[in-house]
Nanobody
């Protein structure tokens, strides 16, 4: 079983920054994708960013490209999401997740097997 625990959420003003972290149980994520999704109340879960754990290749939703950066510390099994230029529409519960790497399916939530409990991000206008 892979356990994922998010942290780093909070309340910020529009234009501000936050860094989210996701601590994973120690293992080698061979051919795995680690990703961030978000979900606002009453809305569908939305893909944010993903990383090919082994190669370090990154992928972003168009809505966050240029503002967010996903990275990983492979030694410590920590996934990060650096968020800058935050907008009120970024407000959501942010989840980290893990599953087999399939490049064409990275934005699909049903591609992932393991999920964290989420960390809340609220951006004031």
């Amino acid at each position: 079983q892979v356990q994922l625990v998010e942290s780093g959420g909070g309340l910020v003003q529009a234009g501000g920054s936050l860094r989210l972290s996701c601590a994973a149980s120690r293992r080698a994520y061979i051919n795995y994708a680690l990703a961030w999704f978000r979900q606002a109340p009453g809305k569908e879960r939305q893909f944010v960013a993903a990383i090919d754990w082994t190669r370090g290749r990154t992928y972003y939703a168009a809505s966050v490209q240029g503002r967010f950066a996903v990275s990983r510390d492979a030694t410590s099994n920590i996934l990060y999401l650096q968020m800058t230029s935050l907008k009120p529409e970024d407000s959501a519960l942010y989840y980290c997740t893990a599953g087999p790497f399939v490049e064409s399916r990275l934005s699909a939530h049903d591609s992932y097997v393991y999920w964290g409990q989420g960390t809340q991000v609220t951006v004031s206008s």
